[in-house]
């Protein structure tokens, strides 16, 4: 297996950080792998937002909790609340992606762009969970402390440090696959 295909099949939600800071460094190289993401048209319509400071990820949380309220109970199963914080799960740093509110693309375009975030992240020795709990974000009190635009929406946050567990590999659903072998032709 290349390395390029090992970091693939390597990364995992990770749920359970050590405390060790990241480098500013690293934070960068991961992001700008994050730009390299294909846009549709080009646009790269996208921003990030870096929160370092721990005391502060954590305090956007029971925010989260209040709102997402019934979309938590999984929160609390087996591997699912590794750490006290259960939105973003006592990582050091954390990602906000955001993009334009009423884009056709930029959910795709961001989803690309996460995904290269990941991987990168985990050839650097780091550990990722992507956080899709952020959409109740923009409706807590402390939104307001990340002075994100209102024109933009947040569409995903990429939880990053140095994990302190390795997840189990959920087992992948493959009876998926369709060949197409032939194309049927219809009588009008
Ligand atoms: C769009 C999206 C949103 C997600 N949101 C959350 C989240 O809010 N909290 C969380 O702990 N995991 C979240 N995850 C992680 C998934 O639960 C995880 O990727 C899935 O269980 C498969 O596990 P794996 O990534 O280790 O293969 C999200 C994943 C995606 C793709």
């Not at 090992?6 to 792998?33: F, G, H, M, N, W």
């Amino acid at each position: 297996m290349n390395d390029t295909l090992k970091t693939i099949y390597e990364r995992r939600a990770v749920r359970k950080y050590q405390s060790q800071p990241v480098d500013s460094t690293l934070i960068e190289q991961i992001i700008d792998a994050g730009r390299m993401a294909p846009t549709a048209m080009n646009r790269q319509e996208w921003k990030f937002y870096v929160l370092t400071d721990q005391k502060m990820i954590e305090a956007l949380s029971p925010g989260i909790v209040k709102i997402a309220g019934k979309f938590l109970h999984w929160a609390h199963g087996s591997d699912r609340s590794n750490s006290g914080d259960i939105i973003f799960h006592g990582a050091p740093v954390v990602i906000f992606i955001t993009g334009p509110a009423n884009s056709e693309w930029a959910a795709m375009d961001i989803g690309m762009c996460s995904q290269n975030i990941m991987l990168a992240a985990k050839s650097l020795g780091l550990d990722t969970c992507p956080i899709g709990l952020v959409k109740f974000l923009a409706k807590t009190e402390k939104f307001e402390s990340l002075h994100i635009p209102g024109s933009e929406k947040i569409y995903i946050a990429i939880a990053l440090g140095y994990g302190a567990e390795k997840p189990k590999v959920h087992e992948r659903k493959r009876d998926n696959l369709r060949l197409i072998t032939h194309f049927e032709t219809h009588a009008l």
